[in-house]
């Protein structure tokens, strides 16, 4: 399974880890979309960062 991660909401203002995370999961800009594979890291980065994100479940062909 695939995840389409959404950032959503600014990271201005934020703590300095979720500002990381944010990165390390290629967002950077409010509406940029990136696809990740589903895994238990990806996860934990998506439930720290959660408030800022829109998170989608697609299904692999």
Do not use: C, F, W
């Amino acid at each position: 399974m695939k995840l389409k991660v959404t950032q959503i909401r600014s990271t201005i203002n934020r703590i300095e880890d979720h500002k990381r995370v944010i990165k390390a999961l290629g967002l950077g800009r409010i509406g940029k979309s990136r696809i990740h594979n589903d895994s238990p890291t990806i996860r934990g980065m998506i439930n720290k960062v959660g408030y800022l994100l829109k998170v989608e479940e697609l299904e692999e062909e």
